[in-house]
């Protein structure tokens, strides 16, 4: 897994966004290939918006919840 910040652009009706070229090349990205994407909007809080942190309240270890990230993004 690869992590990116990029732009949206328009494009005709529609947005997209681009992926650089470094990136392509090291994922081998074919035109038409499947991606799936993680969409977190750019925020001072953007981490903790995302996944509700907070002092205390997760119960699982880091291990739990990068394995659950895992099967949810490759199954």
């Known amino acids: 897994m690869t ?11 529609s947005f997209g966004v681009v992926i650089p070229i470094e ?3 090291e994922e081998k990205i074919k035109e038409n290939d499947s991606l799936k994407l993680i969409v977190l909007k750019d925020s001072k809080n953007a981490f903790k ?4 942190m907070g002092k205390g309240k997760i119960k699982k270890s880091a291990q739990q919840i990068k394995d659950e990230l895992r099967r949810d993004l490759y199954n």
């Open 3 to 13: 992590v990116i910040e990029t732009k949206v652009k328009r494009w005709g009706n």
């Open 23 to 25: 990136i392509i090349e």
């Open 49 to 52: 918006e995302t996944f509700g």
